[in-house]
């Protein structure tokens, strides 16, 4: 599979629905918590999401490992290989503060550029719609390579 090809299934597939997660996170704590700008609450809410994102990538294990198999570039198998939780537990307790450090980043972001008006109003449903066209666009693009069916020829 080519380098490009690669990067926009890891684009639309992996990445954009990474940072909408991380993005709903952020509109979920700061919608739900009162006093969400106190620093004990955003680390708590930023733990409980990055539990949240450890959860979310298990469920694109298969996706990543498959990308991973594909591409012979060092530095882009790394990366795909850096979302696997299927590591070693060092590589599992780092992709986990990587989490908490964007969930705890991702909830100061939406505090500091939305208001509270935004936030519990369209932000989620807005953040999931495009969130649903990427994936959907990401599995388009390379649904042989990603199905669990076996290919027919």
């Known amino acids: ?6 990067l926009l299934v890891f684009t639309f597939l992996l990445l954009i ?6 993005t709903i996170i952020g509109i979920c704590y700061n919608a739900l918590v009162l ?5 004990f609450r955003t680390t708590i809410g930023a733990i409980v999401g990055a539990l949240i994102m450890f959860a979310v990538k298990a469920t694109i294990q298969r996706p990543v490992d498959l990308l991973a ?61 495009v969130m649903l066209i ?7 693009v390379e649904y042989d390579n990603l199905s669990i069916d076996p290919q027919q020829h």
């Open 35 to 39: 006093h969400s700008a106190d620093l």
């Open 134 to 140: 990427s994936t959907c666009l990401g599995a388009y």
């Open 69 to 129: 198999t594909e591409i012979d570039d060092g530095f882009l198998k790394q990366l795909l290989r850096f979302f696997s939780i299927r590591r070693r537990y060092f590589l599992l307790g780092a992709n986990i503060v990587l989490d908490f450090i964007l969930c705890f980043i991702a909830t100061f972001v939406v505090r500091n550029f939305l208001t509270l008006d935004q936030i519990v109003g369209k932000s989620v449903g807005i953040v999931i719609l």
């Open 17 to 22: 629905p990474y940072i909408c997660s991380l």
């Open 1 to 6: 599979m080519k380098k490009s090809h690669v």
